[in-house]
């Protein structure tokens, strides 16, 4: 298997998951939009100017803080603007902790997902040819993919590995697999560009259809990439681990989101009915650490795929990003990269600062925060958390403290 896409744009059964967000009490197609791109948009007329070939993208990353760093280049056709997308006009994306937003040269819109406290997460497009910049809610056409079984279910980014042909087309016979921060390098990035070495990866490659699926591919020259307006050059390793990680972790905390608040709305159900007025069910404390005991192992980097060691000094996205968050007085932060061995100096997701883990109900919070002391205690060697050391706890436990009030 390869790597390679982001697209975007009592007891709970499968079939009641794949309905989740479709369900009382998100009624996610109905609910009006809460997020801080909905925000913005809903405060009257946008003052945008559109500059050339990227139209509105410089002004919608300088309002939301993106910075043109994270720049990722995708070339497989998997957008809902899968005609301009090809090996030498590819998507570029661009993120922060809580927004995305996709832009191909020559395209009529640029593609956004956003963080929200209610509906997990909204899928947006913005006319980047009008002459203003509109904002539309984007659900059944996103959804397909971005709630469905790549996500399971959950309405959530993904990062995708296909085997592009030359024109971007995936060769859908010869396999697909959702990326995240436990998937092997060599499964990692067709349909990619990656600035950098080829040989850890599969990406920079195109493919020729066979009996069976693919060939082995064929490297792609990135100086034959069109200059289209892309903000910077070539596209950052260092950018696509972490929209590799953070992806998959919004996806949990918006199934925790979606989980908590489905329970308690059930809980309330049959306390109403049965005269109960216990403050949490035992089936929705069952519920809820299903749920964020997944999350927590993730975000402690539970089985992260192991990094060879990769320079990163020279990434501009490493830069912006690395030791660029809140520090303990020791000047220790969750931003810190190591990119060696694993991606970062202490195991704990940076994600704990997002907009997304900050929202989530109380009662998930509570629970995380009942867990960490026991995860974080020296001492013991809790389950599930054992590739954690004496000294990784301390100095996670230090900074949490200092800076978040889970401890």
Known sequence: MRYGLFIFLGSFSTAMAVTLYESEPINYYEAQAVDSVANYFSNGAVDWERQGYSGYLNDFLATFDIPKESQVLVYSKTSLQVSHIRPENPRAIYFNKDIYVGWVPGAEKLEVIASSPTTANNFYSISNSAERPDLIRETHDCLSCHGGSFTRNIPAPLVRSVFPEISGQPIFKAGTQVVDQTTPFKNRRGGWFVTGPPDLHQGNRVFTETERGADSGVLFDMADIRNNGYLMKGSDTVALLILEHQSELHRLIAHLSL??????????????????????????????????????????????????????????????FDGNGPKDSRGRSLYDLRMNGRMFTYPFSYMVYSDAFQSLPDEALEYIKQELPFILDPENEYESFEHLSKRDKVAIAQILKETTDLL
């Open 259 to 320: 989980q908590t608040k489905t329970a308690l709305f059930s809980q309330k159900k049959f306390d109403e009915l049965l005269g109960r007025t216990e403050r949490l069910s035992e089936s929705t404390k069952r519920q809820i650490k299903s749920v964020a005991d997944k999350l927590l192992k993730y975000m402690f980097f539970k089985n992260e795929a192991q990094i060879s060691g990769i320079k990163h000094g020279r990434s501009p996205y490493a830069k912006y």
